[in-house]
């Protein structure tokens, strides 16, 4: 998934080059809005938030 962040940055800038200050801030309100999002699922459905769940039973 980095890969994917990292390869679509320099597209990005490019694209929002032309923005204008309200353009810009509705378009990372969004970005913003996607990463909460997808903290909020991580939080809910990934392990690596523990749970009360030990490392062991989650290598297992």
Do not use: C, D, H, R
Not at 2 to 7: A, H
Not at 16 to 25: D, P
């Amino acid at each position: 998934m980095t890969s994917v962040s990292i390869g679509a940055y320099i597209p990005i800038i490019y694209l929002t080059s032309s923005f204008n200050i309200y353009q810009y801030a509705f378009f990372n309100g969004i970005v913003w809005t996607l990463g909460l999002i997808a903290s909020i699922v991580w939080f809910v459905m990934g392990y690596e938030t523990g749970k009360g769940i030990s490392i062991e039973e989650i290598e297992g």
